[in-house]
């Protein structure tokens, strides 16, 4: 069992950047791969990156954001934050070797924490 917590939302000026926290509890959180997905209002969940064996970043975000991790904690340093990446910032949990970006093969996921860029 992993539980997740998200933190490190707010509101940010375009350009400005964010670091998202996620903390995971569960004494096998190493062998989990961690992924980081996104939603918009009325659009489908996005993946923005995951690391595991190998880390995995999305095209849209590659340049701007970073995904690390130590013991229990997993990062997402945002950068150069634009309007369009407004959204709940989900951290999610795997033990898949792959299909990172796919939602479906994430077994937990945490609650949410809300980035808003400002024009």
């Known amino acids: 069992q992993v539980q997740l917590v998200e933190s490190g939302g707010g509101l940010v000026q375009a350009g400005g950047s964010l670091r998202l926290s996620c903390a995971a509890s569960?004494?096998?959180?190493?062998?989990?791969?961690m992924g980081w997905f996104r939603q918009a209002p009325g659009k489908e969940r996005e993946f923005v990156g995951a690391i595991g064996w190998s880390t995995l970043s999305a095209d849209s975000v590659k340049v701007r954001f970073t995904i690390s991790r130590d013991k229990n904690m997993v990062y997402l340093q945002m950068n150069s934050l634009k309007t369009e990446d407004t959204a709940v910032y989900y951290c999610?949990?795997?033990?898949?070797?792959?299909?990172?970006?796919?939602?479906?093969?994430?077994?937990?996921w945490g609650q949410g924490t809300q980035v808003t860029v400002s024009s």
């Open positions: 999610a949990a795997t033990t898949s070797r792959s299909m990172w970006f796919r939602p479906n093969v994430y077994e937990y």
């Open positions: 569960g004494r096998t959180f190493s062998s989990y791969a």
